[in-house]
């Protein structure tokens, strides 16, 4: 079944301690992206990747990491959380919008979400 | 700059009612447009899209139709269910050096009562 796996999918933690939530596609996408989204405010891109070893920030980038060493694999990285972190985190994935017949009408696929409460 | 514009929620219709969400945006050149759906405790998923202007999406008895000169894409359903009740987002598409920007609305919650 084709799909975006994100892991976990409920955290709490406390200010300054670490995290990592992984996401991983199985439709071998060259396209993933990370959003927040918080009331009123919709969904925001925090960062993105093209292909492997190819990350650019996307909107709202302050306070997170990004690797693509995989195809399929993206995961967005917290190295010091803060309450305003606090939000639902999804990733999503599409194919290239330059590929063969790629273009801006490329679907995104979600992932199920993560919901990060820092403290 | 690129922008999407939904009317606020939450709406609220009865059983077999009309839907119409309203969506507009501004963007640079010539945007996809789409409508995402959520449903509570899961992720969007694609409900239409419309890649060029007077294109009409369609699915599940939703349409939108793609009007370019009114930078609109309204979500309409002729007879909603209580299965529709979840979160619409619209948003648009456009490519720009190799990178798909995508830009969301804020939500439009609908709840329909039996």
């Known amino acids: 079944e084709a799909q975006v796996t994100q892991n976990p999918r409920y955290l709490i933690t406390v200010t300054g301690k670490k995290l990592t939530v992984t996401c991983s596609q199985n439709m071998n996408h060259e396209y993933m992206s990370w959003y927040r989204q918080d009331p009123g405010l919709g969904l925001r891109q925090i960062y993105y990747s093209m292909n492997v070893e190819v990350t650019d920030k996307g909107d709202v980038p302050e306070g997170y990491k990004v690797s693509r060493k995989e195809k399929r694999n993206f995961p967005l990285i917290l190295e010091s959380p803060s309450p305003n972190q606090t939000s639902l985190y999804f990733c999503a994935s599409s194919l290239s919008p330059e590929g063969l017949a790629g273009g801006p009408w490329e679907t995104q696929y979600f992932g199920p979400g993560t919901r990060l409460l820092v403290l | 700059g690129d922008s999407v514009t939904q009317m606020e929620g939450p709406v609220t219709l009865s059983e077999e009612a009309f839907l119409t969400i309203n969506c507009t945006y501004t963007a640079t050149g010539y945007p996809s447009l789409f409508w995402y759906v959520q449903y509570p405790g899961e992720g969007l998923q694609l409900l239409l899209k419309a890649t060029k202007a007077d294109d009409k999406g369609s699915n599940k008895g939703f349409e939108a139709t793609y009007r370019k000169e009114t930078t609109s894409f309204h979500l309409e359903k002729g007879s909603v269910q209580v299965s529709d009740s979840a979160v619409y987002f619209c948003?648009?598409?456009?490519?720009?050096?190799?990178?798909?920007?995508?830009?969301f609305g804020t939500g439009t919650k609908l709840q329909v009562i039996p």
């Open positions: 948003a648009h598409s456009r490519t720009s050096g190799g990178y798909q920007k995508v830009t």
